[in-house]
């Protein structure tokens, strides 16, 4: 029988996939790309019925296992279509084409169709007792299931690596597009994709490590509880990211020099195949969004985006990021961060105003993002920089 304080978090993870899935829907303009999150966490709250079905309705388990067996092989593709949608530099559609991700769902179906034929007798056996009932088809059906369970743990596997890789490429195109990172919306979802991972290395390794030591990793009111905080988590920062940080803005209209308006397409923006900038079209973009910079002191802004410093310049957003890379050597994050590292020096060094003023006062959002940037650009932390110079001028 399980521990009463299972049976409680178990209720209370239900609970919270609930109330959750109605206000994940409920805007139209995200309820999109929040589909597979939906799909990911309706998943999780049927197979948290597990530890309460077989105590508290008996006679209905063979009917949950049925429905809870091909969920399993659900939460790998939802988890990773959700990561995609929320990190797409393109329009993301949840089309037909995403249903090859759900490549083991479909036979784990077909499977779940035989439980649903077992004998009584039967069912119990395989699934309550774990005994090995008499019977070529179970031997079968016993086996297709364990192959189905170590496929979907190398799925797992290969979810985490997909992910992973993902996340890298996301915070490069963070940088191409954003010079604050410690914006609310870039937190919210930075912290999604590192819970989500968090999840996804919990429910593998404590299903590894319980396959390979015969034993569970953790108790069951330790790891529904882990669960629990994990789900609570990823659905309070789902709720705060509103549209993905990457969807493509609508371009400005062209400049005045006749640069043609390039759309923010992911091939165009990673390979600039299409673009025909030369030495002299570079050099005159460098001059503009130089004077832009110097002239209007755009970097004051804390929240500076690419798409920002294209309407004020008058230059595209594609040509702006071809240009910072290719020209400058730089992404548009550490370009907005050397001019606020620049007006920051002689803050530094005309006033005593702490470091902290400063930092905020020429455009970052945090002390610790200043150090970094300043330490990255000078080899010296703010304080250093400050007690040379100072001393030096003495």
């Known amino acids: 029988m399980a521990e009463p304080i299972v049976m409680v978090l178990t209720a209370m993870l239900i609970g919270q996939v609930v109330l959750s899935v109605p206000v994940l829907l409920i805007n139209r303009a995200t309820r999109l790309y929040r589909l597979p999150l939906v799909l990911f966490l309706s998943a999780c709250g049927i197979l ?3 530890a309460i079905v077989p105590v508290m309705f008996p006679r209905w388990y063979q009917v949950y296992t049925v429905i809870g067996f091909p969920m399993l092989f659900v939460l790998c593709p939802a988890l990773r279509l959700y990561i995609e949608g929320l990190t797409t530099q393109k329009v993301w559609l949840f089309c037909t084409l995403k249903l090859k991700h759900f490549a083991l769902l479909w036979p784990a179906i077909v499977t779940s169709c035989a439980i649903a034929l077992l004998p009584p007798q039967q069912h119990r056996a395989l699934f309550v007792t774990d005994d090995m009932p008499g019977g070529l088809n ?17 799925e797992c596997g290969l979810t985490l690596l997909v992910v992973a890789k993902r996340l890298l490429a996301f ?16 937190f919210a979802a930075k ?15 404590s299903a590894f490590l319980s396959s390979l030591f015969g034993h569970v990793m953790l108790t069951p009111g330790a790891e529904m509880f882990t669960a ?27 400049n005045k020099q006749g640069e043609p308006d390039i759309s923010l397409r992911e091939e165009a923006v990673s390979k600039y195949d299409k673009s025909a900038l030369d030495e002299a079209q570079s050099a005159r973009i460098v001059k503009k969004i130089t004077l832009a910079m110097q ?8 929240d500076l985006t690419l798409q920002k410093l294209s309407q004020v310049s008058g ?6 990021s071809q240009v910072l890379n290719e020209t400058l050597q730089m992404n548009f994050f550490d370009f907005v961060n050397h001019w606020r590292i620049e007006a920051s020096k002689s803050r530094l060094l005309a006033s005593k105003d702490s470091v ?18 300043f330490k990255k650009e000078t080899g010296l932390t703010p304080g250093e920089f400050r007690r040379e110079n100072v001393s030096a001028s003495e």
Request: glycine fraction near 2%.
């Open 295 to 302: 002239e209007k002191q755009l970097y004051l802004d804390a």
């Open 228 to 254: 629990l905080i994990l789900i609570w988590s990823v659905t309070f920062f789902a709720m705060q990211q509103t549209t993905p940080l990457l969807a493509s803005e609508p371009d400005c209209a062209a």
């Open 171 to 186: 915070r490069t195109a963070l940088k191409a597009r954003y010079s604050n990172l410690g914006d609310p919306r870039i």
């Open 356 to 373: 902290l003023h400063i930092a905020l006062e020429v455009g970052f959002n945090a002390r610790s993002s200043f150090y970094k940037a």
């Open 191 to 205: 912290r999604l994709v590192f819970l989500t991972m968090c999840f996804w290395v919990l429910a593998l390794s």
């Open 48 to 50: 948290a019925l597990n």
């Open 315 to 320: 230059v595209s957003p594609n040509y702006l």
């Open 138 to 154: 179970v031997v079968i059906l016993a086996g297709a299931m364990l192959a189905l369970v170590c496929l979907w743990l190398l």
